[in-house]
């Protein structure tokens, strides 16, 4: 979880699957923080924005498909990448999870009052996560790719 660019725009890391002919671009926001924000303060919001998402704290709304600002920058930035996949792999790329990975455990989904929001960001299919929850994905990547390099080498 390193931030070489503080100023970049867009998520930290992606990843591109493909199941049942469906590929699909997952994104990836890490935030170095001392302390984890909460839910409802401006650094947990505009951390989101590199994803594409606008979140509307007022009205506890979610947007994934912003027009303006940040997020709709990061949101146009995004689609047209996906594009960009899709014609170089020849199929059509949907946007996936977009998660906000943060360096401890965030403690925001025990309180009650999120829950709802927590439910209508899940159907988003946005999600928070803790950076131990990214590292197992990571490594199964990893894991996954030195198995092939291996088996490719064998041959």
Request: charged share 25%; aromatic share 6%; net charge positive.
């Amino acid at each position: 979880m390193r931030q070489t660019v503080s100023n970049a725009q867009g998520p930290d890391l992606m990843i591109l699957s493909r199941n049942d002919g469906t590929v699909v671009l997952h994104l990836f926001q890490c935030k170095n923080l001392k302390k984890s924000p909460t839910m409802r303060s401006d650094q947990f919001i505009e951390a989101f924005w590199s994803l594409g998402v606008k979140i509307n704290k007022e009205e506890q709304d979610i947007h994934c498909e912003p027009d303006h600002g940040s997020a709709g920058y990061s949101y146009h930035g995004i689609q047209h990448l996906a594009r960009k996949l899709g014609e170089k792999l020849g199929s059509h790329v949907t946007i996936g999870n977009r998660t906000l990975v943060l360096p401890q455990k965030w403690k925001q989904d025990r309180d009650p009052q999120n829950g709802d929001f927590l439910h209508l960001a899940s159907k988003n299919m946005v999600r928070v996560w803790n950076h131990e929850m990214l590292e197992p994905t990571i490594s199964a990547l990893y894991d996954k790719n030195a198995q092939r390099e291996k088996e490719m080498g064998e041959k």
